[in-house]
Each structure stands twice: as structure tokens, then as C-alpha cells.
């Protein structure tokens, strides 16, 4: 496979999640992914509040598993402070300590998610919307990141992950399957076959040593290339290409 990178500097912007409600938030993170790095045995980012008024957030890390509540959740890392008042116009840090080396991979990186909860002030639930029946809603907006840790026996870098992918196109032109043979995560951003059929990723990670399939919103039967965006470790996007192969009918 032929490969071409080209950075391009292209921030990405914290994906904010909301809960139905479109309310700005107060609070937001300092960058789009936290990599943990083993031989330093943590990381740290900072949470700022813009609000002329102090803020209280909640924060934890999951394993992508959004439907438990943080309590339920047990993975390998420790966050300090895992509740805070962050005083008005300025941040507070937060580190991710790796607490249960045990549990996690010493051949390839590892996924999870740092959550930063805003909890609304007192002063700001008389403006919260009610229900049907007149009770208040209880609306928080949630931020949430990417955590990657990195092992110490890792060699190379993240980018060689990218080079190594490989691009097959279903028969019928209409599923791209991307695999990852080595132990760097890739965080695909754009994926587009021949310039036209451009793939649904939701999230864009391919996980290391794995496979995953992307659908395309019509056939590219035929389609030789495709150009992508990937994002490294500072959250820019990177424009690169590559030659597709075709799977068998």
C-alpha cells in the first residue's frame, strides 16, 4: 500500500454533550484526548471555567461504557479531584494516576474516557426548564475526551500505526473495512473513496490489532483510493491517502 501523509494543523474542537438542553456551558477542557504515558505513570489537563461565578464539576473515567454511572465503574486509573469547585475565570488540573498497571496492555495502547460534568448552580436552576407535570429538570452538559494510555515497550511512533493500515472495499463498493495490525490507536476524523463517497464513522477509532468496517451512503464499486484525516496526539487533523484493495466477490 502507497501512502501519503500531509499534516494540516486543523484543531478539532471537546465534543460537548448535552442533555437536551441548550444552555452554554461554564466549563470546558484544555485539549481533545489525554494520553497516559506508563513510564511516567500519569497525565494531567486542566478544566477552565469562564464563568464570572464559581463552578462545581464532577469527573471520572470509563471504559466506554456510557450507561453506568460513575460509582459502577472500576478501571485502572485514579482521577484527583474526582469533584471540585473550580473558582471563577480560572482552571483547575486534573491527573490521571495509573493505579492498576496489572489490568492494563504492555503491547499496544489502551482506549478510555475522561467525563467532566458542569452541575448547575442554584442561581441558574430557576432559569432550568420543568417537566409536563411542573417539576424541574435536572440539566448538567457534559464534556467528554479521549484517554489513551501508552505503554513504556512500545517502539516507533503513533504515525507509524498509520502507515501500516490496510483499506479493503467490499465487493459491491458499499462497506470499507480499515485494519490496524499495529499497537497504535487510529482516530480516523474523514474517510472519502475516490473523492465522492464519504463514510459514516461515528467515533473514527480503530483499535489496535483489530478491524472495522464503515459503511458508505452509496456504492463506489470500482473506487481505487481514498483520502482521510487522522488525528494525532494534539488533537490535529492530518490529511493523508492510500490505494484501496478490493475484496473478493
Not at 19 to 39: D, E, K, M, N, Y
Not at 135 to 157: C, E, F, H, T, W
Not at 167 to 194: F, H, I, R
Request: with cysteine; proline share 9%; aromatic share 6%.
Amino acid at each position: 500500500m502507497r501512502l501519503t501523509l500531509h499534516p494540516s494543523g486543523l484543531l478539532l474542537v471537546v465534543w460537548l454533550m448535552t442533555c437536551a438542553f441548550p444552555a452554554g456551558a461554564a466549563t470546558s477542557i484544555s485539549s481533545t484526548r489525554l494520553v497516559v504515558l506508563q513510564s511516567e505513570g500519569r497525565g494531567a489537563i486542566s478544566v477552565r471555567n469562564v464563568d464570572p461565578a464559581p463552578a462545581l464539576v464532577q469527573a471520572w473515567i470509563d471504559d466506554g461504557r456510557t450507561d453506568l454511572p460513575p460509582e459502577q465503574i472500576d478501571t485502572p486509573f485514579q482521577l484527583v479531584p474526582p469533584m471540585a469547585r473550580i473558582e471563577a475565570e480560572s482552571s483547575l488540573p486534573l491527573q490521571v494516576l495509573i493505579v492498576k498497571a496489572e489490568r492494563l496492555p504492555a503491547d499496544r495502547e489502551a482506549l478510555y474516557w475522561l467525563n467532566v460534568v458542569e452541575i448547575p448552580r442554584e442561581d441558574r436552576a430557576s432559569a432550568t426548564p420543568r417537566s409536563a407535570d411542573g417539576s424541574m429538570l435536572n440539566v448538567r452538559v457534559r464534556s467528554r475526551i479521549k484517554v489513551i494510555y501508552r505503554p513504556a515497550a512500545l517502539q516507533g511512533q503513533p504515525a507509524d500505526g498509520i502507515r501500516r493500515m490496510s483499506w479493503t472495499l467490499s465487493a459491491d463498493g458499499t462497506t470499507l473495512t480499515v485494519g490496524n495490525p499495529s499497537p497504535w490507536m487510529v482516530n480516523l476524523a474523514k474517510v472519502v473513496v475516490d473523492g465522492t463517497g464519504e463514510a459514516t464513522l461515528d467515533n473514527g477509532v480503530v483499535l489496535p490489532l483489530s478491524t472495522r468496517e464503515f459503511e458508505l451512503p452509496a456504492a463506489q464499486p470500482g473506487a481505487r483510493h481514498v483520502a482521510f484525516q487522522w488525528i494525532d496526539d494534539y488533537g490535529a487533523a492530518n490529511a493523508a491517502k492510500a490505494e484501496l484493495a478490493s475484496a473478493p466477490p
